[in-house]
Nanobody, 117 residues
Framework: QVQLVESGGGLVQPGGSLRLSCAASRSISTFNVMGWYRQAPGKERELVAHITRGGTTNYADSVKGRFTISTDNAKNTVYLQMNSLKPEDTAVYHC???????????WGKGTLVVVSS
């Protein structure tokens, strides 16, 4: 069973930074795409950023220029560097991996980010 485990969430003041990590239980090269999604209270889950196996990145308009997604293949980890955080970034952030094999889609349980003064 593939596991994705997020970490790095917490409480941060507006304008602050956090780095989220997503550790995969197998090589991230076995995924076509890895991404970060978020779900705020009372809202639907939305894409924040994703990165393809070839390194192409895509960001939601609301986070462009503030967030950066990256990978460390040696550590089987995907990161989300979040800068200039705003209260509207408050959400549970989930890691997602779209497997190259069998069309399987995997999700982590999420890590909570709260941006508040």
């Amino acid at each position: 069973q593939v596991q994705l485990v997020e970490s790095g969430g917490g409480l941060v003041q507006p304008g602050g930074s956090l780095r989220l990590s997503c550790a995969a239980s197998r090589s991230i090269s076995t995924f076509n795409v890895m991404g970060w999604y978020r779900q705020a209270p009372g809202k639907e889950r939305e894409l924040v950023a994703h990165i393809t196996r070839g390194g192409t990145t895509n960001y939601a308009d609301s986070v462009k220029g503030r967030f950066t997604i990256s990978t460390d293949n040696a550590k089987n980890t995907v990161y989300l560097q979040m800068n200039s955080l705003k209260p509207e970034d408050t959400a549970v952030y989930h890691c997602n991996g779209a497997s190259r094999y069998g069309g399987m889609d995997y999700w982590g349980k999420g890590t909570l980010v709260v941006v508040s003064s």
